[in-house]
């Protein structure tokens, strides 16, 4: 599971713009699918090889509540969902009640707290760190979030206290798959009819679940492990403080996934802020199935699936290669035909091929559909090879990138799909111009 690292601090003191500086991109991210614009309180970071997940408390609104008060909520979600705290200040001001209220709580977590100082944009004003000793965190680290001064020494700092690697938690072979979707779609119903018990609180109420719960258990000699997750509401409707980072775990949670089950309602029907849930497994790079559940609750004939299916593929293009289960959790009707589509998404996920079986699909589909001529030039496409998997990646090496139009892309990835089963699975293909 990543590390988390959570920026904590008073107002105005750079804690998003140290957020964006170090994940590299603006805080309000806008992808190219409708729907899925969102501002972010969360973000993916790597330094020196280590990946972490980055949480900016800046993000994190308590809704009407007094100044300190939100201050304190703040640092309180990072003490419960961080594994390192950031405290940033701010040198111009000196040490304030604010930061000093903040240090009391840091305090008695048993977390480790780096102490950073923002604004520190020129040499004169490291003189000024001094004071910052005051609040009890060793040495501060003064750093420029709108320069960058000083953040690569903070991000040094940070992979310090990250703890050695060490061995899953689950057997070899065992599929983790977590439950997705907006509040009151069925998750806690689905898992409990999945796994045979009431582990999870089933409730009408939006919300109840508020913590990932992890529960094991084992389908026809199959090791499997469901993620249980709170549901994922609109950023700007969400400000209670457990409802935000609840959405944290919901993302830790995809994380830690092989596969992702994402829940719509029959009853509700698609609605906007399912395509911005569903975009997960796309960033992620995870299998997916889509579950449409409560399926028996509505009055149906005999071209209503035919209805939800092109309804689905139509608003979610960026999964068109997740299959679409119909059941009723709540009554446990089809929930047995997700488990065949779970087993196939992770082995598709997992799916090595070698690379004579690779060119021999990228020479048939070149000369099938020879590329045009793009950028003034015309492309060759000599070899194709496997990176990686989780998801399956390839690069294909050709005379000059610049020849290659996006489409002739969108093209040979569905050649590939079409000569491999990779149904459950995103694919990456890059191009790299060969030497």
Known sequence: MPVKVAIVGRANVGKSTLFNRIIGERLSITD???????DRIYGRANWLGKDFSLIDTGGIEIKDAPFLTEIRAQAEIAINEADIV?????????????????????????KPVILAVNKVDDAKYMDMLYEFYALGFGDPIGVSSAHGIGVGDLLDKIISYFPKETDADYPEGTIKFCLIGCPNVGKSSLANTLIGNNRSIVSNIAGTTRDSIDTVFKKDGVDYVVIDT???RKRGKVYENTEKYSVLRAISAVERSNVVLFLLDAEKGIIEQDAHVASYIEE???AGVIVVNKWDAIEKDNNTMNKWIDNIRETFKFLRF?????????????VQTLFPEIKRA???????LSTSVLNDCLAEAVAMNPPQIYNKGKARFYYATQM???PPTFIIFVNDTEYVHFSYVRY?????????????????LFLRKRD
């Open 230 to 232: 709170a549901g994922i």
């Open 388 to 390: 990686g998997v989780e």
């Open 86 to 110: 950031v405290f940033l200040t701010d040198c111009r001001n000196g040490v304030t009640v604010e930061d000093e209220e903040v240090a009391k709580i840091l305090y008695k977590s048993k």
């Open 412 to 428: 040979l990835e569905n050649c590939f799909r079409e000569a491999f089963d990779f149904t459950g699975t995103p694919i990456k």
């Open 322 to 334: 997740a299959p679409i289960c119909f059941i009723s959790a709540k009554d446990n009707k089809r």
């Open 32 to 38: 190219d699918q409708p729907g899925v614009t969102r």
């Open 346 to 352: 992770y082995e598709n996920h997992n799916k090595r």
């Open 284 to 286: 992620y790079g995870r």
